[in-house]
Nanobody
Framework: VQLQASGGGLVQAGGSLRLSCAASGRTVNMYRMAWFRQAPGKEREFLAHITWSGGSTMYADSVRGRFFISRNKAQNTMALQMSSLKPEDSAVYFC????????????GGQGTQVTVSS
């Protein structure tokens, strides 16, 4: 499975941004997709995941209530709608996918940069 995140940019604090992730390849085998982010000098942080078939979701405490994850099976895409953005949300955002419950996440490309100005 190949993944490509897009939609990042510069936004003011309190603003909104929508990220997209396009999946290609053996997407029929995907079990779950997720968003992660990594700020300079910090470890990669899990944000949210969504199961590919049923659409069940889970969020990290840091983004619950502000971010919303969704997927479009027909278009093989996943999105992350981000609102009430804070400067601490600034990071490179990555989309990822796993093919089984116990499998490892595969990350897509170089991610997309989100910068939130105060």
């Amino acid at each position: 499975v190949q993944l490509q995140a897009s939609g990042g940019g510069l936004v003011q604090a309190g603003g909104s941004l929508r990220l997209s992730c396009a999946a290609s390849g053996r997407t029929v085998n995907m079990y779950r997709m997720a968003w992660f982010r990594q700020a300079p000098g910090k470890e990669r942080e899990f944000l949210a995941h969504i199961t590919w078939s049923g659409g069940s979701t889970m969020y990290a405490d840091s983004v619950r209530g502000r971010f919303f994850i969704s997927r479009n099976k027909a278009q093989n895409t996943m999105a992350l709608q981000m609102s009430s953005l804070k400067p601490e949300d600034s990071a490179v955002y990555f989309c990822a996918a796993k093919l089984s419950p116990g499998g490892q996440y595969m990350y897509g490309g170089q991610g997309t940069q989100v910068t939130v100005s105060s």
